[in-house]
């Protein structure tokens, strides 16, 4: 009898209710020429030289818009972003105007529909043209631009002049060079790991992978294989142990660098002030990170931020007009020079190199071409399944051999690819 | 039904009989009512939800409005089912909380014994330290936990001597010192309320018990522990709860899951396919099961005690 009632009771409910769980009204967005104009920037570990840069865009902005209050939230670049990010698209009550996004999150936000569609604004716009081909890329989906490339960051290999000379060691030129040169300095200095590479480093274990002529859509293939053990035999008791580096990000990578405890490191010219903080201070050198092949260079991945303006906004040409400006050649390379972040206009980064001997290499590495991950909201479940570390740390603590693993992430990959 | 079939002819004593018949059902349910009034929408809705979630194709597109959402039936439980790491992370939880339930037992039955046969002052000290770590967050107390486990700074590591060492390296070591700080949280609670139950035993019972010849050992096992089986029903339903849904220490200790996901838990793993991965359907579905899995065994074992003719 009771249980009965309990069905019926479920029964009707469930009947009362037979419905779709609810979607986000979706919100048209305005044009109001005045009010609160709300923008996020993500926070940086050393926030406060942005937050100066920032300051002096919004003043210079202000002074343009009298009537308009640009209020700046600063957001964390942990995963958290993303519920922020979905919290704002479901929530256009909540959301800002003008945001800061990490390019690779940008598939994911525009098959939301989360952001405006750019192309035309950005089209004529005089400094827009100067951003790179490739670069405008990572911020393009099925022909549609939704956001400005801001700033990239470009990974090198970084590398301690001191210990090279005393052991009369030379920059390595090629992967093999590396792994011997890495391996020599941990033989003759056990304090030290060679070079620091972590599990969890997805970007550090690219450049291999795309250098061998593999990619992350074909893990499984002979030449993704090959880059894989060619970066994974760097995780071993003669390098970089795995009961130590199977668990780092490439975060942690920079730390072991900067404090001392690593020779080389594969590290972004966005580590510099990390790295000049450190104990390595004034102790290193960076070089393009090497391919396969005698003066090759590895490709190098070429994640930066975007600006965007988001789809909701009520006051679309303001934000354009703000996006336009912070991301502008003059405040381009007042970035570069608070935060170290390279530039996506062309003439902001040839003028930079002129000034700076230390963004050669970067810039080097740029030249020889970059690659991306796959703009598809794939990536973002493919990074939060942790499908390439979790490949990576199979093999270096040998829970799998490298077949067997390279097998189940290429199979993650397609699942991923398939229900997107 | 009963009452309308067996009307009796009088049409006098059918409204004397019917009128408080129904009272008389209606009232537990008139009892009921403020609490029904609170769980209902706090318990009943989500659970709702969870359970029509699981039958769509419900992602971030659908969420914020790109797509329509649709309707799969079965199909997120069918993947579930038919995804080999649901089934090693399922069995992972189920051993792990199993252990965790008897640890936080046998730790919390001990020390609310020594509370009985300990002085004034080593009681107080006992009550305050347990206090303390009932009442640490989940979150603070896994963050200590993990400093003190550290590879390089670590408080342990430098009183062993083996600073390097990383205890969240091997999954086995990992689950250990994991399953410690769950222990630590949650043995309070059981060391507590079995403590009060032992102090409401007449002190008659355990002496008759001494009197007839029983050792300590003895009369706790056929005296105390009869006695205190409702109790330890309780707290072991709670325990199989709380252990079985275990997230913040894994999450934090282990960053998500630990190395290639070798110490993820159910939770985490409803949690990483529902926000990490977008899959809020398959999320959900994750959850449903779970909730299936923690009814059935709690209704298992209330019925393995009504059967061995124990009331509650």
């Known amino acids: 009898m009771k249980i009965l009632n309990w069905a019926a009771a479920g029964v009707a409910l469930l009947a009362l209710a037979a419905c779709a769980p609810a979607t986000a009204p979706s919100a048209s967005g305005g044009d109001d020429k005045s009010g609160t104009l709300r923008v996020w920037l993500f926070d940086e570990p050393n926030r406060a030289p942005k ?40 929530d256009p009550a909540s959301a800002p105007d003008v945001a800061e996004y990490g390019n690779t999150d940008l598939a994911e936000y525009a098959a939301a ?115 894989v053990q060619a970066y994974t035999d760097l995780l071993s008791d003669d390098n970089c142990p795995p009961q130590t580096c199977a668990s780092l990000t490439g975060g942690k990578t920079v730390e072991l660098f900067a404090s001392g405890k690593a020779a080389m490191g594969i590290l972004g010219n966005f580590s510099r002030s990390a790295v000049d903080a450190g104990a390595a201070a004034g102790k290193y050198a960076v070089v393009p990170l090497p391919g396969a092949k005698e003066g090759a260079i590895a490709p190098a991945f070429s994640g930066g931020n975007n600006l965007g303006v988001m789809k909701s906004s009520k006051h679309r040409s303001l934000a354009v007009k703000f996006l336009q400006l912070l991301g502008g050649k003059a405040y381009q390379i007042k970035m570069y020079e608070a935060m170290g972040n390279l530039p996506t206009l062309t003439s902001a980064r040839d003028e930079l190199a002129a000034k700076d001997s230390f963004l050669k290499p970067f810039l080097d590495t740029v030249a020889a071409g970059t690659r991306f991950v796959p703009i598809d909201p794939a990536w973002v479940k493919i990074d939060n399944q942790k499908v390439i570390p979790t490949m990576l740390q199979k093999i270096a603590t040998k829970q799998a051999t490298l077949d067997q693993a390279t097998d189940e992430a290429a199979a993650a990959v397609k699942a991923a690819f398939g229900r997107s | 039904m009963t009452a309308v079939t067996t009307a009796p002819a009088d049409p006098e004593t059918r409204v004397r009989q019917s009128t408080p018949r129904p009272r008389g059902r209606l009232r537990p349910w008139l009892y009921l009512l403020p609490s029904a009034a609170v769980l209902l929408p706090l318990f009943g809705y989500p659970i709702y939800m969870l359970g029509l979630l699981s039958v769509f194709d419900y992602r971030q597109a659908q969420v914020s409005g790109g797509e329509p959402t649709r309707f799969i039936g079965f199909d997120n439980y069918a993947t579930l089912l038919g995804d080999q790491r649901f089934w090693s992370v399922l069995a992972q939880t189920v051993v792990f909380a199993a252990v965790l339930v008897i640890a936080t037992l046998a730790v919390g039955a001990a020390l609310a014994v020594v509370l009985t046969k300990a002085g004034r002052v080593p009681r107080l000290l006992l009550s305050l330290a347990a206090m303390a770590a009932w009442a640490a967050p989940a979150m603070t107390g896994s963050t200590v936990w993990m400093f003190l486990f550290d590879a390089d700074l670590g408080l342990v590591n430098q009183l062993l001597g083996i600073e390097g060492y990383n205890w969240f390296y091997d999954k086995w070591v990992t689950f250990g010192i994991v399953g410690a700080t769950v222990v630590w949280h949650s043995f309070p609670f059981v060391m507590v309320t079995l403590y009060a139950g032992i102090q409401a035993i007449p002190s008659s019972v355990v002496e008759a018990a001494s009197l007839d010849g029983a050792s300590a050992w003895h009369s706790f096992w056929r005296v105390i522990v009869p006695m205190l089986r409702p109790l330890v029903t309780i707290v072991v339903i709670q325990s199989i709860i709380w252990d079985f849904k275990i997230f913040t220490q894994i999450y934090v200790m282990t960053n998500g899951g630990g190395i290639a996901g070798q110490n993820s838990v159910l939770n985490v793993y409803a949690y990483q396919t529902a926000f990490g991965s977008s899959e809020y359907g398959l999320g959900s579905a994750i959850g449903v099961i779970m909730t299936l899995i923690l009814l059935v065994v709690t209704l298992l074992y209330i019925r393995a005690l009504y059967r061995s003719g124990e009331k509650l």
């Open chain 1, 113 to 227: 529909g989360g952001f405006a569609d750019l192309s035309a604004d950005l089209g004529s716009w005089p400094e827009g043209k100067d951003v790179g081909a490739d670069l405008l890329k990572s911020a393009t989906v099925d022909g549609k631009v939704y956001g400005l490339p801001w700033f990239i960051g470009i990974r090198a290999l970084y590398y301690r002049t001191d210990v090279f000379e005393e052991l009369g060691l030379k920059p390595p030129t090629t992967i093999e060079n590396l792994a011997s040169a890495a391996r020599e300095i941990r033989k003759k200095k056990p304090e030290l790991y060679g070079v620091a590479v972590g599990g969890e480093y997805t970007f550090g274990a690219l450049p291999f992978v795309w250098d061998a002529g593999g990619d992350i859509e074909s893990l499984d293939s002979p030449e993704a294989r090959k880059g």
């Open chain 1, 51 to 90: 937050e100066k840069v920032v300051a002096e865009a919004i003043k210079e902005f202000g002074a343009a818009n009298a009537d308009v209050k640009v209020e700046v939230t600063y957001i964390p670049t942990t995963p958290a972003r993303h519920e922020k990010f979905k919290g704002a698209f479901n």
